[in-house]
């Protein structure tokens, strides 16, 4: 068996052309371009590559990008008064803070602070607590960057074992939280999962993860998930970005688990370019909710 590649460059290039549809509709019908800004501390080489990527995508779908960059050196105080300020600004319609963030830092102080209509990351803790009781504003964007992908390629989730290794705050959590819920905006065969969130204390791992008809991988550790460890014909998504010296690569050991399984994601090329897509939809939708305000308050 050859696995069939989920090509994510290409599904979110499509994605891209319906967000670009909806971004000029939106533009036209209040004259506001909705508008991202980004805030980058420091000069850590990964967060410029992702933020540059995020200010591309914007301008490809006509989204106003904004770069704050700030000093590795900066306080807490100082990072509030700039997030304050966005958080004031009637034209940005989302806010995004690049992590990770210096260690003087307090970057919860700082998440949480932003205000929840911008928080396109969907990270502030009252998106956290909508989305768990199955009434997501903002949907986290690695997480619904998976959904998409599988929703692309016809891969019903629903009924099916799903085996998420990684329990993270960004990733592996909300990703339980959305394939395991009891309805999904992507429609029927995008929820109800029955899902096994495993991570570092899971005890035997790989009897859990050859059981599942999907695997998800989030580990942040290279080529972790073997060909062992998953059955014939399973569906393995490899969420996770590892820079070796042999360049980038993922959690999954991806040749020979080209052979075991139905479908698989690439790294590079998978579920990396979705979850900037992601980041675009949110940015739409923070902004159609801020005109909804803006009408509603008048
Ligand atoms: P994280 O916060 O470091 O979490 C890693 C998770 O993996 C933890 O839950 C940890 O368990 C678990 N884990 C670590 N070693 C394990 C082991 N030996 N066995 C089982 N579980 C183990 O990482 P993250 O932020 O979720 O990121 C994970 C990966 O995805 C990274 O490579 C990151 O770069 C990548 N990523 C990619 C995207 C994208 O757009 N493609 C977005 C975000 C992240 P414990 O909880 O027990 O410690």
Known sequence: MTATLLDGRATAQ???????????AFTDATGNQPVLAAVLVGEDPASAV????????????????QLHRLSA????????????????????????VQLPLPKQIDSQKVL???????????FHPTNVGLLSQGRPRFLPCTPHGVLQVLHRYEISISGKLTA??????????PLAMLMGAKSSHLGADSCNST???????????????????????????????????????????????NRTEDGLCGDVDFEPLRHVASHITPVPGGVGPLTVTMLLENTLMAARLQAETKVATG
């Open 50 to 65: 992702y933020v540059r990527n995020k200010e591309r995508a914007c301008k490809k779908v006509g989204i106003e990008s």
């Open 164 to 173: 998420i290794i990684g329990r993270s705050d960004i990733v592996g959590k």
């Open 112 to 122: 949480d602070l932003i205000d929840p209509a911008k928080d396109v990351d969907a």
């Open 195 to 241: 899902v096994t969130l495993c991570h570092s204390r899971t005890p035997n791992l790989a009897e859990i993860t050859r059981q599942a008809d999907i695997v998800v991988a989030a580990i942040g550790v290279p080529k972790f998930v073997t060909a062992e460890m998953v059955k014939e014909g399973a569906v393995v998504v490899d969420v996770g970005i």
């Open 14 to 24: 499509q994605i891209q052309e319906e967000i670009k549809v909806k971004v000029a």
């Open 73 to 96: 050196d900066i306080s807490t105080e100082k990072l509030i008064d700039l997030v304050t300020s966005l958080n004031n600004d009637p034209r940005v319609s989302g806010i995004l």
